[in-house]
């Protein structure tokens, strides 16, 4: 009998190049881990997460407004603050993954917080003592909650935003790790990958949501909020039973730390030259590897290149020399993260606007003609369904259509770059708010002609359909903006850091709930003095949400204006490799 010849066995003969491991950090293979078969089951535990997710944020201002009783402008706020943390708290999760846990225990550990703060939000909706008392519709009151209720609900919720910012961005980037970028075809892969996972997550939201909203609405909260505490503990243990067939990364240095050492040792080396062959020479220059991957040296921020000259004084005093002499690599991998900063900042109006489809696009739709059979009403919040169903429409069209077809041309791997395609969605976001505009002055008009002005309980007779058009828009600009966002924040940070990318990119989101709660503060505080009227009233009839839209028109038109000099100019990341190095963006 001939001995087993391990080299030929296909687990040993095709090893992951990416440095993968498994959970215990061996080498793993190609063949029996990751692809499509581990980032399928991660797509799934996306859609039941999300699930969970919007089962509580797509109808919060309306359970704010109706059970907490706070006024709309108050409930919009509250709701955008919401958003924010739960936006930017992936900033800590993500860190907390690519230094210290790794994506998949984060994981594990943020899905228990998650699902906790799901159950008592379940709690403060069920149990008498907890639960805000109901209004009496005999005398038209409605009590206001105690204190300890406000306070327990508001814990609750903000335990779901902490456990989702250490969900969301090691789970996306936990599915990306899962394609080897050495292996031609598996980097084709990657890129689609992001495409099929907004279309699985949307695909959860278009037919699961609405069922939820409708529960939350007509039967009760308390079993509306039961649902997602178990969709979590459902995706909880998807995420488990794909353990064994996962490959992971192992965690490096913090990235703020490595990020920190390179500006500090380049201010200690201000007066040096990097020209100058006296002084020293490059660290690290002939190591340009990040992880597995060798990167090219660039030509922007050549002030931080004085992190990487060796004095005489650094070869002297060997006492903290992390904190005065970086590798090559280090100050490459900090020059791709600034490269970043541009573009984020270009993309926080797309943010705020973004904020408006849970807030005040629900709103607007309460007061409307939300009829659909018979007596039957559709809730308001279902209007956000035609966003996700939009995304279903046009995920696989843009990925099996139009990327073949506009790679044919440009010769491009993605189609278009990422910055054309962040672009494109912004400019139909612009369009969006445009028509949301005319369609708010549309219902203004309406309540006028039928005299409901002063009537805000009364159904204006306008059908609810016709906000149709700006949810169709928004998906539409998702395609394009949301998913470029994701590719391009993760695709361009350096590989120890990807978590840290997925982050900045929902980070867009979060600072955008941000500044459309500060914006909402002090236009409340301006109209009121200057015109003598809140564009923000309860009475919707009497607001200007109008107003608000066409400012947030113009305003996003201002900063893709100045996205698109930025994106002209942007320098893509360049490997050795250099896939990508010839791309052209506008």
């Known amino acids: 009998m001939e001995p087993i010849s ?76 919401w958003y924010g943390v739960a936006s930017m708290l992936p900033l800590l999760g993500a860190f907390l993954a690519d230094s210290y846990f790794g994506r998949y225990w984060t994981i594990l ?24 008392p109901p209004c009496d519709y005999t005398s038209y ?56 996972w907004y279309f699985g997550l949307c695909s959860g939201l278009f037919v699961l949501v609405p069922v939820v909203v409708y529960i939350q609405e ?33 965690p490096s240095t913090s990235p703020v730390t490595q990020i920190v050492q390179v500006f500090v040792a380049a201010i200690c080396k201000w007066n040096v030259s990097v020209h100058s062959q006296g002084e020293g020479k490059l ?35 060997k ?65 956000q369904s035609f966003i996700s169903l939009t995304v279903l429409v046009l995920v696989p069209v843009y990925d099996r259509i139009f990327v073949p077809l506009a790679r044919s041309i440009t010769g491009n791997e993605r189609g278009i770059t990422l910055l054309q395609r962040i672009g494109v969605g912004m400019f139909i976001s612009v369009i969006s708010m445009i028509v949301a505009a005319m369609t708010e002055m549309k219902r203004l008009q ?18 609810v359909w016709w906000l149709l058009p700006q949810y169709i828009l928004f998906g539409i600009s998702d395609v394009f903006t949301y998913l470029g966002l994701q590719e391009y924040f993760y695709d361009q940070m350096p590989d120890s850091m990807r978590s840290l990318g997925v982050a900045l990119y929902l980070s ?11 914006l909402i503060s002090i236009i409340e505080d301006l109209s009121s003095r200057v015109m003598g009227q809140n564009w923000f009233t309860d009475n919707l009839n009497r607001a200007h949400l109008d107003y608000f839209y066409w400012l947030l028109a113009a305003l996003n038109s201002l900063f893709l204006c100045i996205y698109l000099s930025f994106a002209r100019k942007f320098i893509y990341k360049e490997e050795e490799s250099n896939v990508w190095k010839d791309e052209e963006i506008f």
């Open 141 to 196: 009151s409605c009590p206001r909650p105690a204190a300890f209720q406000v306070v327990f609900f508001f814990i609750s919720l903000y335990l779901v935003a902490l456990g989702q910012g250490g969900h969301r961005p090691c789970l996306q980037a936990f599915g990306a790790d899962q394609f080897d970028e050495r292996d031609p075809a598996e980097r084709k892969n990657k890129s689609s990958f992001f495409n099929w």
């Open 218 to 250: 007509n039967v009760g909260w308390s079993l509306g909020f039961a649902l997602p505490a178990a969709a979590m503990a459902i995706a909880l243990s998807l995420f488990l039973g794909g353990t064994k067939m996962y490959r992971h990364k192992i």
């Open 446 to 463: 309406a309540a006028r002609e039928y005299g409901l002005i002063d009537m805000p309980q009364v159904t204006i007779p306008l059908s």
């Open 283 to 317: 660290y690290g220059i002939q190591g340009l590897k990040d992880e597995k991957r060798t990167l090219l040296p660039s030509n922007q921020f050549r002030f931080l290149d004085k992190a990487t000259i060796a004095t005489d004084l650094d070869h002297e005093n």
């Open 508 to 518: 867009i989101f979060g600072v955008g709930s941000f500044l459309s709660s500060i």
């Open 6 to 81: 391990f080299s030929d066995s296909p687990a040993i003969t095709h090893i992951a190049e990416d440095g993968s491991t498994d959970l215990r950090g061996r080498p793993v293979s190609r063949l029996l881990t990751g692809g499509w078969s581990a980032s399928l089951l991660i797509i799934g535990v996306e859609m039941t997460e999300r699930l969970a997710y919007f089962g509580v944020s797509g109808n919060l201002v309306i359970y704010l407004t109706n059970v907490m009783q706070q006024n709309t402008a108050t409930a919009a706020k509250n709701v955008n603050v």
């Open 319 to 383: 006492t903290n020399i992390d904190w005065r002499l970086c590798t090559a690599t280090q100050v490459e991998q900090v020059k791709l993260v600034l490269r970043l900063i541009p573009i984020w900042v270009t993309c926080l109006v797309y943010g705020v606007i973004c904020a408006q489809t849970p807030t005040f696009f629900t709103k607007q739709g309460s007061t409307m003609d939300r009829r659909i059979i018979g007596d039957f009403k559709i809730p308001s919040a279902n209007m």
């Open 109 to 132: 550990f943020s899905s228990l917080i998650y699902l906790l703060g799901l159950i008592c939000l379940t709690l403060s909706a069920s149990l008498p003592l907890l639960r805000p």
